[in-house]
Structure formats: C-alpha cells, structure tokens
C-alpha cells in the first residue's frame, strides 16, 4: 500500500506546483491566492498543507524548481552547447510554464518576499562549466574571465527575456537572444572558434 500512496503524494504535489506556477504566471505573485491555486489543480487546502505551508513556500518551489521540467545537457562541451541552451531556453520560455513563471519569479523577488539569490547562481554555475569546457579547448580569448562572463551572460538574458516578456510575451526571445550573442561572441571566442559558431534563433526549438 506504501507504493501507491507515494506516487498519489508525488502527482498532488506536481498538480499544486503546475497550478502555482500558471495561477502566478498569469495573475502574478501578489494576485495569486491560495484559492485560485486549489480551483487550478483540483485540490482541497489539507492536500496542501501536506506538501506546501503557504503561498510562500508554494512560490520558492516554483522559483527554485524552475528547471526540473527542462531537458538539459548531461556535461558539459563549450561554447556551441552554451548557445545552443539559451537558445532552447528562450523557446521553453515560450511554453513551459514552470520555467517561466519561475523565471518572473526570480525577477519580482520582492515582491514575493522570497530574497533568493541561489537561482542565478545555479544558472552561473552551469554557464560556466560550459566556458570552462570552450577555454579547456581553445576556444576563448587569453582575456575572458569565465566566472566573470558567466555573470555577465546570466545578467543579460535576464535583462533580455523581461523585455521580451513585456513587448511580447517572449515571442520575439529567441531571436534577441541571437542578437546578444552576435555582440558578446566577438568579445570572448577566438577568431577560428568565432567562424564555425552557429547562432540560429530557430536553434533549440522543441518539436511540436
């Protein structure tokens, strides 16, 4: 009997995290309440408060799971693999609702209380192993700082996916996303690594 008492706790818990995310991806955080998350996933407030205290908690799981639905590189392999994945990540931005809700969560911190830096970190971290990988190969400028760039890159598609998501609704994403690096690329890829380079928006496009 353990077993399927397990996986009905993990389908209430990933229902209550979906429904958080599209109730806090549509109304925002503020105008988010507890009641039009329960309606969403077709849970009753005890089912709740088995996995989720409050709206709080509810929202540093959507902030801090942002990634779990993603399909992401295993390893690292460079700078290719690096513009591939934001690349992919602006399309998932587009459609998969736990990353972007978790992603406008990230950004409106404040007004969720939630005061979280981890998020980024966790996205340097992972930009970076992929630098550390293109430096290991050649592939960078004797210059480029890769903790250093990694930060930079985090800060700009931040930057960039806000302003895509208020002009619309990240439609337009990929494409700005391969306008950044059209800018960044020549600045820390050596000139042979810079000539084989693909930077396609339609790159990382999830099949219908």
Do not use: C
């Not at 996995?51 to 779990?68: I, M, T």
């Not at 810079?194 to 930077?199: F, K, Q």
Request: charged share 20%; no cysteine; net charge negative.
């Amino acid at each position: 009997m353990g077993r399927p008492k397990q996986a009905r706790a993990v389908r209430t818990r990933e229902a209550l995290l979906l429904a958080a995310a599209e109730v806090f991806d549509e109304f925002g955080y503020p105008a988010a309440s507890v009641s039009k998350i329960l309606a969403r996933a077709g849970i009753t407030q005890g089912a709740m408060y088995f996995h989720f205290k409050s709206k709080e908690d509810l929202g540093r799981a959507v902030l801090l799971e942002q990634a779990s639905m993603l399909e992401l590189p295993a390893t690292p392999a460079g700078l290719q693999q690096l513009i591939d994945m934001t690349l992919y990540l602006a399309h998932e931005l587009q459609h998969n609702v736990l990353f972007s809700a978790g992603v406008k969560l990230a950004v409106e911190q404040s007004e969720a209380g939630l005061g979280d830096f981890s998020v980024y970190q966790d996205w340097m971290d992972r930009f970076r192993a992929e630098l550390d990988e293109g430096d290991a190969h050649g592939e960078l400028l004797p210059q480029v700082d890769t903790a250093e760039f990694a930060r930079v890159l985090v800060a700009s598609y931040t930057g960039t996916q806000l302003m895509s998501r208020l002009e619309s609704h990240h439609r337009d994403l990929p494409r700005h996303i391969a306008v950044l690096w059209s800018y960044l690329l020549p600045g820390i890829a050596t000139p042979a690594t810079l000539a084989r380079l693909i930077v396609d928006p339609e790159r990382g496009r999830v099949p219908a």
